[in-house]
């Protein structure tokens, strides 16, 4: 499968989750504007094996969160051919553990913002889950996994990973 085919079919099987309702986004602290800064939020539920996960009926309910490279497209944002890496999906009542649909994901969400601090030589936010990067309004990182496998992601892995890039650390959040 071609890059262009499969992030076509990426984006085709994002498009037909439903949206998280504005009541669960106030529920997960956010409101609609946060979500669609973050290119959207899907509701499904899943299973999960390994650090993967499938859609199934008769799993658990989790938060569906693009991952994409670069800036996520919305309103705010127009993104000229938006590449969605993969989907990360986590449960609200445990944020700090998200399995991803392909298991190719980008590195990071906010990746942007890493580039855009080493170039304005300004502090970096990280956030420890993708639930804490929303709710900081989409602004800074989450180091989704680090080097190739996944790892548990502690503060102090994502400081140690952000600092031996070359950028310097604002805040640490959950």
Known sequence: MTALTSNQARLALWLTLPSISDGGLARL???RRIANRAGGLAWSRITTAGRTFDLSPSGMPAVIQPVWRGAA??????VENPIL??????CPVEP???WYRWGASWPALGDHFIDDAHID???LD????????????????????IAEGYQPVTAQAVVAQVVA?????QQVTA
């Open 29 to 31: 602290g956010i409101d």
């Open 73 to 78: 497209p919305s309103l705010e944002c127009s």
């Open 85 to 90: 890496d993969d989907l990360i999906a986590w």
């Open 96 to 98: 700090g553990e998200w």
């Open 121 to 123: 030589g300004k502090p």
């Open 126 to 145: 990280c956030h420890l889950t993708p639930l804490g990067w929303l709710r900081g309004g989409c602004r800074g990182t989450v180091m989704l996994g």
């Open 165 to 169: 890039s070359g950028h310097q650390v």
